[in-house]
């Protein structure tokens, strides 16, 4: 291997905190610190090689700083799935960093990242246009108007996860049902502001849905299902935990809409009766 006599003295360390791939190349990138992965494609003939056409997916760990994630998007243009799980140190400009040097980028994951904030999700939709799956999980700053800026800048998007993001409210979903008319998961889990107006949207928009985790969203009543059912028939999974304004009617709309449904799960929802179960064939597996 034709290497600068550098990249062979930053093979030797052992400071796994990156994982890519899954040749050997792959194998030789674990033994670096992901600082080092972007200056080793630099001057590595066959790592630069792999850079432009193999390593697309790359997940990090707990030790990724800003800066150590400008210089890895340096390296690796091509990059379509990034995995930020526990990288605490990340800020909105290392999501800055990423979309002016991976414009490819489809997959990201960002949950419980507290110094995110829809600053962030602004220089992901004016970069990474290509985006179709995004978690953000946790995330308790982002608001309405980053939802607004990822439904203008990422019309492809798919699955958006919420977990656990307060703040949103229905107009944030209006927002994606008119920018991102191919969702098809979105997780809502104690997004406590969603209400039935926020389903009518997502109804009216994403004809495709076939995912929805609505649990802790106590707002959500009977006829947010009924409009749910009218413009979602796809849906084959719901989560209402703790819906617990839901009754049996609801349940009706639910099981006339969505012939599809393979999965409900009723836990918490205490109005609903057993008169109400039977609304759904025996194939369809209820959690109650």
């Not at 995912?211 to 989560?239: E, H």
């Amino acid at each position: 291997m034709d290497c600068d006599p550098r990249c062979r003295k930053k093979i030797e360390l052992d400071t796994s905190v990156l994982s890519v791939g899954k040749d050997i190349w792959g194998e030789i990138i674990l033994l670096l610190s992901f600082q080092d992965v972007g200056r080793v494609a630099q001057v590595c003939k066959e790592l630069n090689d792999i850079k432009k056409e193999k390593v697309v997916n790359i997940r990090l760990r707990g030790r990724a700083t800003v800066e150590g994630l400008e210089t890895l998007v340096k390296g690796y243009p091509f990059l379509t799935n990034i995995n930020l799980t526990w990288c605490d140190k990340i800020t909105d400009e290392g999501l800055q960093a990423l979309s002016e040097g991976c414009p490819k980028l489809a997959k990201i994951n960002l949950p419980i990242r507290k110094k995110i904030t829809d600053e962030g999700l602004d220089f992901l939709s004016n970069g990474c246009r290509s985006l179709t799956e995004i978690s953000l999980a946790g995330c308790k700053k982002i608001t309405d108007k980053g939802l607004q800026a990822l439904a203008k800048g990422c019309p492809s998007l798919t699955n958006i996860g919420l977990f656990g993001c307060d703040k949103i409210t229905d107009e944030g979903l209006q927002f994606l049902a008119k920018g991102c008319p191919s969702l098809t998961n979105i997780d809502l889990w104690t997004c406590k502001k969603i209400t039935d107006e926020g389903l009518q949207a997502l109804s009216n928009g994403c004809p495709s849905l076939t995912t929805i985790d609505l649990s802790y969203c106590n707002l959500i009543a009977n006829k947010g299902l009924q409009v749910l059912s009218k413009g979602c028939p796809s849906l084959r999974i719901i989560d209402l935990t703790c819906c617990y304004q839901i009754t049996n009617v609801g349940l009706q709309f639910l099981s006339s809409g969505c012939p599809k449904l393979v999965k409900i799960n009723l836990s918490g929802c205490h109005l609903i009766t057993d008169k109400g179960l039977e609304a759904f064939p025996k194939s369809v597996q209820i959690w109650k």
